[in-house]
């Protein structure tokens, strides 16, 4: 009985192993390049006036500043630091609250300054963001604030060799109505490599051998 295999069949069966390294090589690649999902722990503070000294609290008129810390992990590189207000609070950027005391708010201004403990090696570790206020409240207990904080991208890198990774942190305006409290929040879009380790990369070349051993043995 003729054990060989028409020489199409063989071409076919190369073929396909070679698809198949081809296909492993890809998903080393692809994993290569994909985000590594990445923790980030910090806290923040706050204060009133122009070159001030960021705090725990601060107050002016009849708006409070109260501070936080936050423990989030991304998704897919993303994730948003928007928790709602707390006492304390926690996994936001703070929170104001605003008094029905009438007060005059406009060409004030605030700095918000936010502190990264991780990742590791997080290049600045903080950053002030300054914003102006507008807004009054009258003495009916009516009238608000908004807080112009700065939306540009503030851009950071963490991290060494196959774990280095940076990310853009980004803080959104509040408006704010006598009466109330509202939390300050936030956005980190992050971007990780994880590069394979050497045992990756010889368990493929391992699998590659076998996918040829058989390929050879399945001709003769």
């Known amino acids: 009985m003729n054990t060989h295999l028409p020489a199409r069949a063989g071409i076919s069966l190369r073929r396909s192993a070679i698809a198949l390294a081809a296909g492993a090589v890809l998903g080393i690649a692809s994993g290569a390049a994909s985000a590594v999902e990445t923790t980030f722990v910090g806290s923040t503070?706050?204060?009133?006036?122009?070159?001030?000294?960021?705090?725990?609290?601060?107050?002016?008129?009849?708006?409070?500043?109260?501070?936080?810390?936050?423990?989030?992990?991304?998704?897919?590189?993303?994730?948003?630091?928007?928790?709602?207000?707390?006492?304390?609070?926690?996994?936001?950027?703070?929170?104001?609250?605003?008094?029905?005391?009438?007060?005059?708010y406009t060409g004030g201004h605030f700095d918000l300054q936010v502190a990264f403990t991780a990742p590791p090696g997080t290049t600045p570790n903080s950053v002030v963001i300054h914003d102006t206020l507008t807004g009054i409240v009258s003495s009916t207990d009516n009238g608000g604030v908004f807080v112009d904080l700065d939306n540009t991208a503030k851009h950071f890198t963490f991290g060494s060799g196959p774990t280095a990774g940076s990310f853009d942190f980004f803080v959104n305006d509040v408006s704010i109505t006598a009466g109330d409290k509202v939390a300050v929040t936030g956005t980190i879009i992050s971007q990780v490599s994880a590069v394979p380790e050497p045992e990756t990369y010889a368990l493929f070349l391992a699998g590659l051998g076998a996918v040829g051993f058989m390929a050879r043995r399945r001709k003769s």
């Open 45 to 104: 503070n706050g204060c009133f006036g122009v070159g001030c000294t960021p705090g725990a609290t601060a107050s002016v008129g009849g708006l409070t500043y109260a501070n936080s810390t936050f423990d989030v992990t991304t998704a897919g590189g993303f994730v948003s630091i928007g928790n709602g207000p707390g006492t304390p609070n926690v996994d936001n950027l703070g929170s104001f609250t605003l008094t029905g005391m009438p007060f005059t």
